[in-house]
Structures are given as C-alpha cells and as structure tokens.
C-alpha cells in the first residue's frame, strides 16, 4: 500500500511565503496566470517546494482565500457588536479593497468545483453570523422582526453590496451613488451620523 505524500508543515514559513506569493500573482496578473512555477519564482523558492506544502494548486487557491475569509468573519464579527453595527456593516460591506480578489475566486470557481465549494461554504457562514446579530441589533432600534426580517435585510444588503462593488470594478457606476445615498439616508435613521473610528474594528 502506498502511503500519503508527505505535505509540509502547516506553520512552515515557507508554506506561508508561497501563499503570500500566490496572492499578489492572483492580485497583479490575474487567476489565469497563477502555476506552481511562476508562484514558486515570485516566492524565490524552487518550483518543487510548491507541491511539498500544496498538493495542488487548488489546495495552495484555497489557502489564499481560507486565510481572506476568515480575517473577513474576525472584521464582521467586531462590525456586528460595534457602537453603530449597521455602519460598520455596511462599510465592510461596501469595501472595495477586496473587489480584486473576489472577482478572481469568481474566475477560478468557473472551472473548479472546490473552490466553488469553498465560496459557498464561506459565503454562508458570513450569512449566519449576519442572521444571529441583527435581530438584537433591530431590537434596539425598535424594529419588529416581521417587519424587517433579519435573512431579508441580510441578503439585501449584502448582494446589493456585492453588485454595486463588481460593476464598479468593471466600470459601470450608474445608479450607485443614488443608490448608495438612500441606504445610508436609512443606517442615517437609525444609527446617526456614522462615528467609523469607534463603529468600525
């Protein structure tokens, strides 16, 4: 019987170096030109370390973006018990400092199924946390939950979010600044004038 290809450790510096290199391939020249040697060469290691710490290049993907998502569930979770939780949301929300790289996980889960996975898996989990804050959170502002449901208010806000940072990185903006004004003239009822260096971790 064959045993498991030995893979490297996982707090191994090297293993950490080739993910930090396959981040900026995906961030400056996109999914397409992202391979075990090209990140093997942004790393300065040698191709076959690549494949000693990832058993494939999905599995090395999947690690640039477990490591993204879960700083992103630690960011929403300060967001969400924040002084004004709906700012705090809906500026992590509407950050367009990840819009490159969710754009190309897009890409990638086009052509493969684990890393589609993986989006889901994490794109629900970033839902739930939403589902289990927000109804304290309506609760002080004195909203009943059958008039705003809390799933209801999640996936608006977050696909609402979500297209506005895609067409914007694309480079079509119609509609987003009116769009934009009348959430926030809504957060602006409820929370104030939004105070980001306390609303916001």
Same mark, same amino acid.
């Given at each position: 019987?064959?045993?498991?290809?030995?893979? /490297?450790?996982?707090?191994?510096? @090297?293993?950490?170096?080739?993910? !930090?290199? =396959?981040?900026?391939?995906?961030?400056?020249? #996109?999914?397409? +030109?992202?391979?075990?040697?090209?990140?093997?060469?942004? =790393?300065?290691?040698?191709?076959?370390?690549?494949?000693?710490?990832?058993?494939?290049? !999905?599995?090395?993907?999947?690690?640039?973006?477990?490591?993204? =998502?879960?700083? #992103?569930?630690?960011?929403?979770?300060? +967001?969400?018990?924040?002084?004004?939780?709906?700012? =705090?949301?809906?500026?992590?929300?509407?950050?367009?400092?990840?819009?490159?790289?969710?754009? &190309?996980?897009? #890409?990638? %889960? @086009?052509?493969?199924?684990?890393?589609?996975?993986?989006?889901?898996?994490?794109?629900?989990?970033?839902?739930?946390?939403?589902?289990? %804050?927000?109804? %304290?959170?309506? &609760?002080?502002?004195?909203?009943?939950?059958?008039?705003?449901?809390?799933?209801?208010?999640?996936?608006?806000?977050?696909?609402?979010?979500?297209?506005?940072?895609? &067409?914007?990185?694309? /480079?079509?903006?119609?509609?987003?600044?009116?769009?934009?004004?009348?959430?926030?003239?809504?957060?602006?009822?409820? &929370?104030?004038?939004?105070?980001?260096?306390?609303?916001?971790?």
């Amino acid at each position: 019987m064959t045993s498991p290809r030995r893979i /490297g450790a996982l707090d191994a510096k @090297n293993r950490t170096v080739l993910i !930090d290199a =396959a981040e900026r391939l995906l961030l400056e020249e #996109g999914h397409t +030109a992202v391979s075990s040697r090209r990140v093997a060469a942004r =790393a300065g290691l040698k191709p076959q370390l690549v494949h000693y710490y990832f058993r494939s290049m !999905d599995d090395l993907l999947l690690e640039v973006f477990r490591r993204r =998502a879960e700083e #992103g569930l630690e960011y929403q979770a300060l +967001a969400l018990a924040s002084e004004q939780p709906l700012w =705090a949301l809906w500026k992590f929300s509407t950050d367009t400092a990840g819009t490159s790289l969710t754009m &190309e996980f897009t #890409g990638l %889960a @086009n052509r493969s199924e684990v890393i589609r996975a993986e989006i889901a898996h994490y794109s629900e989990r970033f839902r739930v946390a939403q589902i289990e %804050a927000l109804p %304290a959170i309506l &609760e002080r502002y004195g909203i009943p939950p059958e008039e705003l449901p809390p799933v209801v208010l999640t996936v608006l806000l977050s696909s609402l979010s979500r297209m506005i940072m895609l &067409e914007d990185a694309l /480079g079509f903006t119609t509609g987003h600044a009116e769009t934009l004004e009348l959430v926030e003239q809504q957060i602006r009822k409820l &929370e104030g004038e939004p105070r980001f260096a306390d609303a916001t971790p």
